[in-house]
């Protein structure tokens, strides 16, 4: 994982940026609740749920469902 999120490569998974934001959000939320491990930079710099979000999905290991508009 990178200093950065992958944000311009999380875009291209989404229909907009609002989307990510708001699939980003729901991750951190459930990544908080879950207990997910906490990756720290080599710095020693703990990264918040948020980058991790925003990796996870730029990545792929975090897929956006989307319900159908009718």
Do not use: F
């Not at 875009?11 to 991750?27: D, F």
């Not at 939320?29 to 991790?52: C, D, F, M, R, S």
């Amino acid at each position: 994982m990178g200093q950065r999120p992958l944000i311009e490569q999380a875009l291209k998974k989404v229909k907009s940026r609002y989307e990510l934001v708001h699939a980003a959000s729901k991750l951190a939320i459930e990544l908080y609740e879950t207990g997910a491990e906490t990756y720290v930079t080599e710095e020693g710099i703990p990264l918040k749920k948020t980058v991790i979000a925003i990796d996870e999905i730029a990545t792929g290991k975090a897929k956006i469902i989307r319900k159908n508009q009718e």
